[in-house]
C-alpha cells in the first residue's frame, strides 16, 4: 500500500461547480498536510497547508483533514477555469510545518469548463 | 514567499553524458531539497540539500549519481551522472524557511536520447 493515495483523475466540471478532491493515507505520523496546484509546465504552487485534524479556508478554497480516518480533502467553490490545473496533495511527519520530507499523492488533474 | 530559480528550464541530452541543475532563491532559507517527478508518478524525494555538509539522500538515490551541492544558504546545485534514458524525468528544487511549508521552482524538463 502507497503511503498516500490520490485519484488522477481527470475530473471535468462545468464552471461554478463545487469541487472535491481527496487524499487517503497510511502513516498515522503525519502532522502537516498540503495542497499544491501545479499548472502545465509549472511548478507545484502552494495553496493550502494545515496542521492536524480541522478544517481551513481561504477564498474558494477549503482544506480538510480527518486524521482519525487518514482523509484529506480540498473544496473548490464556484470553480473557475483558471482553477484547471492538477492539485498535489502532499503530507509530512516533521514536527516543523512541513519542512522536511514531503509525500506526495499522484496529483489529480482538473479541468473547469466555460 | 521565496522566490526560486531554476536553470536549465529544459534540455536534451546524450546518454552516458552528465548535466547540473542550479537552484537559485532570493532570501536565505533554512532547507533546500531536490525532487523528481516522473509521468504517471508521485513527486519523489530525491536528497535534502545541507549547507556546508553532504546531502542526505533518500532511498534508492545514491550520491555517485546525483552529487549534489549547497555552499551557502541561497544556492544548491544537483548534477544527474552517466544519465540513460531511464533518467528522463522533470527536477525540481524547493527551499523552506525554518518552520515553513516548502515552496518549488519551476522545475528542469530532461530528455536523454
Known amino acids: 500500500q502507497k503511503e498516500v493515495e490520490q485519484d488522477p483523475g481527470p475530473l471535468s466540471v462545468p464552471e461554478g461547480a463545487i469541487v472535491s478532491l481527496n487524499c487517503t493515507y497510511s502513516n498515522s505520523a503525519f502532522q502537516y498536510f498540503m495542497w499544491y496546484r501545479q499548472y502545465s509546465r509549472k511548478g507545484p504552487e502552494l495553496l493550502m497547508y494545515?496542521?492536524?485534524?480541522g478544517n481551513k479556508e481561504d477564498g474558494r478554497f477549503t482544506a480538510q483533514v480527518d486524521k482519525s480516518s487518514k482523509y484529506i480533502s480540498l473544496f473548490i467553490r464556484d470553480s473557475q477555469p483558471s482553477d484547471s490545473a492538477t492539485y498535489l496533495c502532499?503530507?509530512?511527519?516533521?514536527?516543523?510545518?512541513?519542512?522536511?520530507?514531503?509525500?506526495f499523492g499522484k496529483g489529480t488533474k482538473l479541468t473547469v469548463n466555460p | 514567499s521565496a522566490v526560486i530559480s531554476q536553470k536549465p528550464s529544459r534540455d536534451i541530452c546524450q546518454r552516458g553524458t552528465s548535466l547540473t541543475i542550479q537552484c537559485q532563491v532570493d532570501s536565505q532559507v533554512t532547507m533546500m531539497f531536490w525532487y523528481r517527478q516522473q509521468p504517471g508518478q508521485s513527486l519523489t524525494l530525491i536528497a535534502t540539500?545541507?549547507?556546508?555538509?553532504?546531502?542526505?539522500?533518500e532511498s534508492g538515490f545514491v550520491i555517485d549519481k546525483f552529487p549534489i551541492s549547497r555552499p551557502n544558504l541561497t544556492f544548491s546545485t544537483l548534477t544527474v551522472s552517466n544519465m540513460s534514458p531511464e533518467d528522463s524525468s522533470i527536477y525540481l528544487c524547493?527551499?523552506?524557511?525554518?518552520?515553513?511549508?516548502?515552496?518549488f521552482g519551476d522545475g528542469t524538463r530532461l530528455s536523454i536520447l
Open positions: 494545515t496542521y492536524s485534524s
Open positions: 524547493s527551499a523552506s524557511g525554518s518552520g515553513q511549508p516548502q515552496h
Open positions: 502532499a503530507m509530512s511527519a516533521s514536527p516543523q510545518s512541513g519542512s522536511e520530507k514531503l509525500v
Open positions: 540539500a545541507n549547507q556546508g555538509s553532504e546531502a542526505t539522500y
